[in-house]
């Protein structure tokens, strides 16, 4: 007499047919579902280190524009050092060269732009000390003091900027939760087909004693393995299509930054065992709904 | 074992039967008669605690029917063989897997040595990897007998058991119920072939039920 151990008897997962759809849809489901939420969770790392690096040089920089007459632009611009120098919390100060500026202005004019004709503004880069400065007194004291001066310390632009990073980023969370909620309902929708269509074989199943989990357990394996085995495939695709993103190199913004770095590789191999885990959740939901109803 | 106390049964408010009062005790053995329609499945769907009564109390094995949770009936029903009329197999599995179905979903080992010998006792060790819809209606009728067996119940019933086979494969599967309940198996088998009950008597202390008249009775000596 040779006698298994029941749990691993291979019959009993055999108990349920080998359905035909609702394999196929949970396996076609979960992969594009992984693919999406590699990529929305691609766009969250992306908007995090943006928000993170926006926020950090920019608030580490301000900017003072001295326009004056030509005759008055040196007296100007040493007057604003020196205020810049008393100033608390103004850790250096530093004219921008003429062939700096024209270095940033190429971009916009080409190379044989003729610096020297152009009544260019100067510019001082300000870097601020850990503890910041006060920039309302500051412009208060240059407006005094040399009236061409500007200070631009770019909080204008930078809080609208830091906000969009993080509202980027909650958006990809709620594209991932919205995800897993589809993936959710729509392998509950593939798992309820499949109990339908094994209603008989689930009516014979608790007159010979089965008890629920047995039968819950025989759906939950299947569409668990489907969706870790479909998520799988969707989870590579989408990291390959990232990796063969082309790099779109300092000036791509956003767009260079979709992707990950280093260990942040690992998160998206999160996706396949979470992919499971909600089809488990979702499968079992429906077999225990199912069951209630049967004798 | 299964105890019924005053049950009354009926579909869409039209009853079939009440009070119906019955034990099937430790290796008693009963027929069950009537005519077509009397309910005969009926009272056996609520032996196996398929159907709830709608009036009265069921106890399997010293347990209502009521208090027992999910769990507790399939633990119930996996001590209680039942022929079902219609078979009931799944039909993707072999034969084989079929008969060996009540100790699979009751997530017990599978003696496969003891499941070859059942189906020879039956008759089909030529039939194991044959799926069900192939066979004839009495080569399904024993293999689900097999099937009902298969894991020593305490208790069998059987719904029509003989209804397909011809005279002769009657009679040797109802020596084989017979051979069980010497064995201390409670059977009960509901029937309308008189002939049968007739043949079987002289070897069994048989009691014979009959549901008439909306009720549940003892059939004397007329048979
Ligand atoms: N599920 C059901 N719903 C409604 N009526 C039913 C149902 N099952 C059986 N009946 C009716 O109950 C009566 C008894 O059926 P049954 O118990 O199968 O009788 P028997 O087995 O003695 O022939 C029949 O008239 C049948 O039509
Ligand atoms: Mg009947």
């Known amino acids: 007499m040779s006698a298994r151990d029941p749990r691993r008897d291979p019959r009993a997962l055999r108990v349920v047919p080998p359905a035909g759809q609702s394999a196929w849809l949970t396996l076609l489901i979960a992969g594009a579902m992984a693919f999406l939420c590699v990529f929305a969770l691609a766009l969250s790392v992306a908007a995090d ?36 120098r008393t100033t608390p919390g103004v850790a250096s100060a530093r004219v921008i060269p003429v062939e700096e500026q024209g270095a940033l202005l190429e971009p916009w004019f080409g190379p044989d732009l003729p610096l020297d004709l152009l009544a260019l503004p100067r510019l001082v880069e300000v870097t601020e000390a850990p503890e910041g400065f006060d920039s309302m007194g500051l412009r208060l004291r240059l407006a005094a003091e040399a009236p061409g001066a500007v200070l631009d310390d770019h909080t204008r632009w930078r809080r609208p900027l830091v906000e969009a990073a993080a509202r980027l980023r909650a958006l990809a969370a ?15 929708l593939a798992a309820s087909a499949s109990l339908a269509a094994n209603a008989q074989v689930i009516g014979v199943l608790r007159l010979v004693g089965a008890r629920d989990r047995f039968i819950a357990r025989a759906f939950v394996r299947r569409f668990t393995l489907r969706a870790l085995i479909g998520a799988a495939f969707g989870t590579a695709a989408g990291m390959g299509a990232l990796l063969a993103m082309p790099d779109a190199g300092e000036s791509g913004g956003l767009l260079s930054g979709l992707g990950f770095a280093g260990l942040e590789w690992l998160y998206p191999l999160a996706v396949p065992p979470l992919a499971a885990v909600v089809a488990w959740a979702a499968t079992r939901a429906a077999a225990f709904r199912v069951l209630r109803g049967v004798t | 074992m299964i105890e019924l106390e005053t049950v ?10 009440s009070d119906v009062t019955l034990q099937l005790g430790d290796g008693s053995f009963h027929f069950l008669t009537g005519p077509s329609g009397a309910g005969k499945t009926t009272l056996l769907r609520l032996c196996y605690g398929e159907l709830v009564p709608a009036r009265g109390s069921i106890r399997f094995f010293g347990q209502e029917r009521r208090d027992l949770g999910r769990d507790g009936l399939a633990l119930a029903r996996q001590r209680i063989g039942v022929v079902h009329q ?35 006792w039956v008759g089909l060790e030529g039939h194991a990897q044959a799926l069900p819809p192939t066979l004839s209606g009495g080569e399904r009728q024993r293999a689900a007998l097999a099937r009902a067996v298969i894991t020593s119940p305490a208790v069998l019933l059987a719904d ?16 084989l119920l017979i051979e069980l309940n010497r064995m201390g198996t409670a059977v009960l088998i509901a029937t309308h072939d008189l002939n049968l009950i007739r043949t079987t008597k002289p070897q069994v202390s048989a009691r014979v039920l009959r549901i008439a008249g909306r009720k549940l009775q003892l059939a004397g000596a007329e048979l």
């Open chain 2, 160 to 175: 029509e058991p003989t209804g397909n086979l011809d005279w002769e494969m009657s009679v040797r599967l109802l020596s």
């Open chain 1, 174 to 188: 709620l594209s991932m939760a919205l995800i897993g909620g589809a993936t959710a309902a729509m392998v509950t």
């Open chain 2, 86 to 120: 219609d078979c009931q197999f799944l039909d993707h599995l072999s034969l084989r897997d079929n008969v060996a179905l009540p100790l699979i979903a009751g997530e017990r080992p599978v003696p496969d040595q003891d499941v070859d010998d059942l189906m020879a």
């Open chain 2, 8 to 17: 009354a049964h009926g579909y869409d408010g039209a009853e079939l039967f």
């Open chain 1, 49 to 84: 280190r943006l928000a993170a690096r926006w926020g950090e040089a920019l608030s580490r920089t301000a900017t003072v524009r001295i326009s004056a007459p030509a005759t008055q632009m040196d007296e100007q611009t040493a007057i604003v050092l020196e205020v810049l």
